[in-house]
């Protein structure tokens, strides 16, 4: 069964704490993204990445940073949380590039940071 | 501007009835998906579609590419349906946009 697994379903961070949250699939995909969700803004893409050691910016990398050592685990890091970054966390990994693949998501991350 | 419009923003209905939710995009698109979102965060992918229509169970979802919309039906409701249905588009450009979600409710 397809799976995407996220470390932590609930998270509570102190601003200016550096945080990572970890992502792992075990379907040998090469494209994993990290989005963000929050009310009235829907799923919101942070970073994304391709391949190992790959990454692109999406639409709201600002704060953020993401490693990809290797191609089943990919980090997001919060380099100095701040408030406005509590959120919904969502990993998600698809298989390839190519046109129409669907994807598939972690069951999320609940971040608070105080 | 949003990418992709979807409506109602809430729906409420009672168990057994036909729910409609409706999408509108405005890019070109590969693909278009439906998603499902339960309480307590975790997605689904119910559909992908790139034209005509799909079944799965109860859910039903259209796509009609020349006007650039797109259905998610659902007959005999019940509330284990109840959750937030997202319409999301993968587009030309590879480009990934996500609606704001519909979030179901289904009363027994």
């Known amino acids: 069964d397809v799976k995407v697994t996220q470390s932590s379903r609930y998270l509570v961070k102190r601003t200016g704490e550096k945080v990572f949250l970890e992502c792992v699939q075990d379907m040998d995909h090469e494209n994993m993204f990290w989005y963000r969700q929050d009310p009235g803004l829907g799923l919101r893409l942070i970073y994304f990445?391709?391949?190992?050691?790959?990454?692109e910016k999406g639409d709201i990398p600002e704060g953020y940073s993401v490693s990809r050592e290797k191609k089943e685990r990919f980090s997001l890091i919060l380099e100095s949380a701040s408030t406005n970054q509590t959120s919904m966390y969502l990993c998600?990994?698809?298989?390839?590039?190519?046109?129409?693949?669907?994807?598939?998501f972690g069951s999320g991350t609940r971040l608070t940071v105080v | 501007k949003n990418e992709v419009e979807q409506s109602p923003q809430n729906l409420t209905a009672q168990e057994g009835e036909f729910i409609t939710i409706n999408c509108s995009y405005s890019v070109g698109i590969s693909a278009l998906h439906w998603l499902q979102q339960h309480p307590g965060g975790g997605i689904v992918s119910l559909f992908m579609l790139s034209s005509g229509k799909k079944k799965h169970g109860r859910l039903i979802a259209t796509i009609n590419i020349q006007e650039k919309h797109s259905s998610l039906h659902i007959t005999a409701s019940h509330p284990r349906d109840s959750a937030v249905y997202i319409c999301?588009?993968?587009?030309?450009?590879?480009?990934?946009?996500f609606g704001t979600g519909t979030s179901l409710t289904v009363i027994p």
């Open positions: 990445s391709y391949d190992v050691k790959m990454k």
């Open positions: 999301a588009v993968r587009s030309s450009g590879n480009q990934f946009y």
């Open positions: 998600a990994s698809s298989p390839g590039q190519g046109i129409g693949y669907g994807y598939t």
